[in-house]
């Protein structure tokens, strides 16, 4: 019996290994950052440069998204603590060749059940790099390129 159950299971894991829903490699993401000189008008863009459709976490979500900041000297500014939280965790799902656009008001992102943001000082000039982290099993990320703004 147990034999004639075999091949029935092989295909089931088979398929439940290589799935319906993909996950992301970095070669199938793009990530940009603009903050057009503002900080409170902040346009995250993520593409799917692969070939399926991708269903990935919601920025929103823990561990999904986290900011580094240098300020104009190339000093690093670390991220503020503001609030514990237990956010709901999202997905979005982007067709293949397609681009998710993502609004924020702040730099802000969350850990594991803390929210962070940065503290920044009115006319300074700073540069910045999102880390968007697609498969959250591994966490490893995708990196914007380095975006320049100063706060105005």
Known sequence: MLMRCAPLFLIVFVIGLTGFGRTATAGDIEVKLSAADNPRRIT??????????????HPSNRMALCFFFTDDLGNQVQPVGRAKVDPATREITIPAGET????????EFLTGSALFGFELKHAATYRVVAVYRPDPKTNLG????????TVK
């Open 142 to 149: 995708v990196s914007s390129p380095e975006a320049r703004f």
């Open 100 to 107: 998710y656009t993502h609004k924020m008001s702040d730099f």
């Open 44 to 57: 995250l863009q993520i593409t799917n440069n692969g070939k399926m459709e991708l269903h990935l976490p």
